[in-house]
């Protein structure tokens, strides 16, 4: 079924990465002046769609500091990840001051689907997490005043073949 989005292709070898991310260079945009902090009550969400293989894939999405689909990168982050080989289930990352936690939704990946992401950071700067209009977790107090970026990616993990999401909106 052809879907409506961005077609996200890695270009075939092992461990290569698409990912969707703002322009960061200072005056350039004006995203590098907006404040997406924890205390600012921030909702981010998007929608992806799985293609017909999620062999070899990882899929990820949400909040945080870097591009990488490294946990251990990011002092502070929530974001939304599956790893075929190594998950079950999506799983919900999320680090306050370089203590990272991995809380497996019950959600399991499948070929040919759509996902909804959501997170909500409230008034409190705890995150609650959603998957498909499912809340899966709600994070401890965030650290105060962090400016996260928004990035969704895909990467093959092991197949050495172009993998491929489709996105279908983000937005902040």
């Not at 909702?43 to 769609?49: D, L, R």
């Not at 705890?126 to 498909?132: P, Q, R, T």
């Amino acid at each position: 079924a052809t879907r409506a989005g961005l077609q996200l292709q890695t270009d075939g070898a092992t461990n290569d990465q698409v990912i969707i991310l703002p322009h960061l260079t200072s005056g350039i945009t004006g995203w590098t002046n907006v404040k997406w902090g924890t205390e600012n009550q921030v909702v981010w969400e998007c929608a992806i769609s799985t293609a017909a293989s999620i062999t070899d894939c990882l899929f990820w999405a949400g909040l945080k500091l870097t591009n990488t689909s490294t946990i251990a990168t990011d002092a502070d982050q929530v974001f939304f990840r599956f790893s075929q080989g190594t998950d079950t289930y999506w799983v919900v990352e999320s680090s306050i001051g370089n203590s990272d936690t991995a809380t497996p939704s019950t959600i399991a990946p499948a070929v040919n689907s759509i996902y909804r992401f959501k997170i909500v950071i409230d008034s409190s700067r705890k995150a609650h997490c959603y998957i498909n209009g499912t809340h899966v977790y709600t994070t401890a107090a965030l650290t105060n005043d962090i400016d996260f970026i928004p990035y969704v990616g895909i990467q093959d993990v092991g197949a050495g073949a172009a993998q491929t999401m489709v996105l279908h909106y983000e937005k902040i």
